[in-house]
């Protein structure tokens, strides 16, 4: 079964500041990879998904992630924060039979 | 355009009380369907899907049950409510043959 991985529980940065979530995931296949976000109370918003092809993405809002294969990663980067951008982000892996598995997720403060 | 109703927004109901949640999609035809379960500083829980009407998967054993009256209405429900039964539940659809979810915003359900 697959399983993704986000290590990092909180991360703070300034306003400004680059941006780096980590994300692991394990599957057996080629891996369809997702980044939410998440606002306080509520939905998902879909940032940025990776099916194949170009491993650098782009997303919404100025987000990107990078897969690599070989570190079994798919990270979410920023390079300049806005206070906007507080809010949690969640990693996911589609592995097949209609499931989409979650990471714990990653809750991003920014500081003024 | 595809849009994704929850109601109600938040809910709060004692212990052994019954429960509905419902969750409808707008603007496309034989969705899947998913409820998600997102208790408080944790991940997302897949509780069940849905391929069709009629037709529902359930993920983790729990005292609650899902139904698909209509093609694009889901419900989930429980004939008892349990204090562990708190959480944030998220309704979402895919197309049919899609592993791209959309996600409605959310019922915060507390049980007192």
């Known amino acids: 079964a697959q399983s993704v991985t986000q290590p990092d529980i909180h991360i703070t940065v300034s306003e400004g500041a680059s941006l780096e979530l980590r994300c692991n995931y394990s599957y057996g296949a080629t891996p369809y990879l997702f980044w939410y976000v998440q606002s306080p109370g509520q939905g998902l918003q879909l940032l940025l998904k990776y099916f194949s092809g170009d491993t650098l993405v782009q997303g919404i809002k100025g987000f990107e992630a990078e897969f690599k294969r070989s570190q079994s990663s798919f990270n979410l980067r920023k390079p300049s924060v806005h206070w906007s951008d507080a809010a949690e982000y969640f990693c996911a892996v589609w592995g097949g039979a209609r499931q989409l598995t979650f990471g714990s997720g990653t809750q991003l403060t920014v500081l003024p | 355009s595809q849009t994704i109703h929850q109601w109600p927004a938040t809910l709060v109901q004692p212990v052994g009380s019954p429960l509905s949640l419902e969750c409808t999609v707008e603007?496309?035809?034989?969705?899947?369907l998913y409820w998600y379960r997102q208790a408080a500083g944790r991940g997302l829980q897949l509780l069940f899907y849905s391929v069709g009407i009629g037709q529902i998967s359930s993920e983790v054993p729990q005292n609650l049950s899902a139904s698909r009256p209509q093609d694009r209405q889901f419900i989930l429900s429980s004939k008892k409510l349990l204090l562990s039964d708190s959480g944030f539940y998220l309704c979402?659809?895919?197309?049919?043959?899609?592993?791209?979810?959309?996600f409605g915003p959310g019922t915060r359900l507390t049980v007192l």
């Open positions: 979402a659809w895919s197309a049919n043959t899609g592993n791209l979810l959309f």
């Open positions: 603007g496309t035809s034989n969705p899947n």
